[in-house]
Each structure stands twice: as structure tokens, then as C-alpha cells.
């Protein structure tokens, strides 16, 4: 099996005149697809079925008697795109399987028992000669083992209000037989023999326990039974939302008044008069890369509140505007009266008496600056947009 951490991502370099043989261009194509794969499973995440690779049951007198899987493209928990181009059958696991109570259908790459820098792979996927279909047991999957298309029910149910002692029966039918007392339930996991029907029934003479073992025996030569009910895991759309966030240089942010055009009842006055209502800074988000305007949110940070300065903000509210892809302005509400005329007092250490200078001093020794998050959403789905179409399963023949 494939596992992380086997190869080395490399860069090929050739010289002028160079001849490069059929293993050069593999190699090379072979780092391509690795270079792919460790995209996909860094940044995308995109483990689970894609597209297609429904599981319909085959049957025989009402019997399940195999799998046919649809074409369809899945991604394993590396990365690599699994690509099946032609319907497969699948028979049913062996009868090891069969006493674990459930099995699992599996697609992943072919187990590679070689180097993989020497063996030979598909440059950026696997197709029908790379990917194999295999059962596992269900008590041991892990998402490294590959991708769950489908999953076998191998165990029978029936209602008990009590289940005698079952000392008397040997090991391996002990195994197979569970009873919950929590759901008055007897499970039984496989397909029940003449001999294991025998042994189950002489633990006791009770006509409904006897009963319920004839129901529990008929109910066994069902199995196994495809879970209708099991949903593969679906592969994470390619586009998600984006998030970037950052800060202004605490102590160095470059703050500006804040002045509105508000109208006046003066009658010396015609028009607005500028008020000044608190300070206001531009912070950037280019770095973040957005493509579009993105949801932000601000706070601030730094030493809002000292012993000399209780009164400086007695509300640091604070209100976003002037959002776009690369910047947004951030403004802060002061206290009219603070911003209208100074008050000193004996404890205030202020020596600027301008208000601009004196919240720029304060800011500077405080550290007070601006933390933001920006969240751009992934496009909405138009109303009228329908359901893909069925993966179709296309065989061109070769020239």
C-alpha cells in the first residue's frame, strides 16, 4: 500500500544536448503528480467520492451474489485522484469475512510492493489498471486504507426477552452469537449451519425462545444484506471560503480625525459644519489575496485604559466602512466632549493639547492598533441549477 512520506519530491535538470531515455519522462511526470497530490491533500482536503462509483447489488433467486461498481472519480486521503473508466463486478468476501458481521467495500491504489521511484505509475492518476477493489473488515478501517464505496451487512436479528446461558457452546460459535439485554435482541453474524442451529437450541426447552431461533436461522441464509443505508464519504468541493486575517503595527498605526459634515441650527451659519467625531484608520488586506470583498471584522488591541487616562475611552466603539477587496477603514467614536475641548486635570500627563497629537502620543505608548479577520464566501448556487449529470462510462478505441 501507498504510503506517505516513500518518495522525495525532486526537480529534474537536463543539459543542452542531453539524451533522456523513457524513465526520464516518467520521472518527471511521476514528480508532477506528486507535486498534484500534495496540493490536493494540503489545501483542498478533498477525501471521498466525487463523481459516479454507485454500488448497485447482483442478484440470483432473490441472493446477493455480487457488487457492480459505475464509473466515477474518488480521492484518497493523499490526494491522489482515483479514476475508474469501466464498470467492475465485484464478488463477495470470502468467508473469513463473513464472521465479522460486517464488510466494507473499498477503492484504493494497488498495493505497491517495489521502490516507488522504480516503479512505473500514472502521471497524475490512477486508472482501471491502478485501482483495485478490496473488502475489509469493518472493526479495522482507516481512511488510510482507502475510500468506502459500499458496506455488507452480514448480521441477523431477531427479539428475545432472555437468552439462557450459553457456556455449553463451543468458542467459535460463542463468537458469533451476541445477545443486548439493553434491546432484547439476539444477533447472530453469518450464516447459521444445521450444526450451530442444533447447539443454539439446546440451551433451552421454552417454546419462544425455540421459536426465535428457527426465525433467527431462516433470517441467516439472507445474508449478507447491502447496506442501504451507508453513504460514502463525499469529496469537499474544490472552492471554499477564504480566510485571512492580520494586524497593524501595534504603536505605529497611522491614525487620522474622524470629522462629519453635520447641519447647523446657527443662522450665522449656512450649510454643515464639520464636527469632529473621533479618529478613523485605512488598514490594509491585500496579503490576504481575496478576489472578492470579504465579510471583516475588526477589534483593537493595545492598553485602552490606565490610571491617568480612565476617561480617554470610555467606550472604544468602533465601526467598519469602506470595504473592498484590498483595504477597509476602521473608525473610532470618541466622546464629543473630549474631541470638542481638553480637560486637565492634576493627574492628566498630556502635554499636547491638540487632540489629534495627544490620542497619536497616547496610541504610540499603549501599543494600540487593529486586529482584523476577513471571510470571503464561496458564490452561491443559482435556484435553477440541477444535479449533475450520471457519470457515463466511454471506452474509445485505440488508432
Not at 465579510?295 to 493595545?302: D, H, V
Amino acid at each position: 500500500m501507498f504510503i506517505s512520506g516513500n518518495f522525495d519530491v525532486e526537480r529534474f535538470r537536463y543539459w543542452q544536448g542531453q539524451k533522456l531515455r523513457a524513465r526520464d519522462f516518467q520521472s518527471q511526470a511521476q514528480i508532477e503528480a506528486e507535486l498534484h497530490w500534495w496540493h490536493n491533500r494540503a489545501l483542498h482536503r478533498v477525501y471521498g467520492v466525487a463523481s459516479g462509483l454507485e454500488v448497485t447489488p447482483i442478484m440470483d433467486q432473490n441472493s446477493l451474489v455480487g457488487l457492480k461498481v459505475g464509473c466515477g472519480v474518488a480521492y484518497d486521503s493523499y490526494g491522489r485522484d482515483l479514476l475508474l473508466q469501466i464498470e467492475r463486478e465485484i464478488s463477495l468476501p470470502d468467508s473469513t469475512l463473513n464472521r465479522t458481521g460486517k464488510a466494507t467495500l473499498l477503492a484504493r491504489y494497488q498495493s505497491i510492493q517495489s521502490d516507488p521511484k522504480e516503479s512505473e505509475r500514472s502521471c497524475a492518476c490512477a486508472t482501471d489498471d491502478q485501482i483495485e477493489l478490496v473488502w475489509f473488515d469493518s472493526h479495522r478501517i482507516d481512511v488510510t486504507d482507502g475510500v468506502a464505496l459500499a458496506r455488507l451487512n452480514y448480521e441477523s436479528t431477531v427479539q428475545l426477552s432472555a437468552f439462557p446461558d450459553g457456556s455449553r457452546l463451543s468458542p467459535a460459535l460463542r463468537k458469533r452469537v451476541r445477545y443486548d439485554a439493553g434491546e432484547k435482541r439476539l444477533v447472530f453474524a453469518g450464516r447459521m449451519t444445521e450444526t450451530e442451529a442444533k447447539q443454539l437450541r439446546e440451551l433451552s426447552t421454552d417454546t419462544t425462545y425455540l421459536a426465535a431461533i428457527d426465525e433467527l436461522s431462516r433470517k441467516s441464509e439472507q445474508v449478507p444484506i447491502l447496506e442501504r443505508r451507508f453513504k460514502p464519504a463525499a469529496a469537499r468541493a474544490m472552492a471554499r471560503p477564504r480566510i485571512g486575517s492580520g494586524q497593524t503595527v501595534p504603536g505605529d498605526t497611522l491614525w487620522e480625525f474622524w470629522i462629519e459634515p453635520l447641519p447647523t441650527s446657527n443662522a450665522l451659519t449656512q450649510g454643515a459644519e464639520n464636527i469632529p467625531i473621533g479618529m478613523q484608520t485605512t488598514v490594509s488586506t491585500s496579503a490576504a489575496g481575496f478576489t472578492e470583498t470579504p465579510c471583516y471584522s475588526a477589534w483593537l488591541e493595545g492598553t485602552l485604559w490606565t490610571k491617568g487616562k480612565v476617561g480617554f475611552f470610555p467606550v472604544p466603539l468602533i465601526h467598519i466602512d469602506q470595504e473592498s477587496i484590498g483595504s477597509f477603514r476602521l473608525r473610532l467614536w470618541l466622546p464629543p466632549n473630549r474631541t470638542v475641548r481638553e480637560r486637565r486635570s492634576a493627574h492628566d500627563d498630556t502635554v499636547n493639547v491638540d487632540f489629534v497629537e495627544e490620542f497619536i502620543n497616547y496610541a504610540r505608548r499603549h501599543g494600540l492598533h487593529v486586529c482584523w479577520m476577513g471571510i470571503q464566501s464561496v458564490p452561491a448556487v443559482a435556484d435553477d441549477c440541477r444535479p449533475a449529470a450520471p457519470f457515463e462510462c466511454v471506452t474509445t478505441p485505440g488508432e
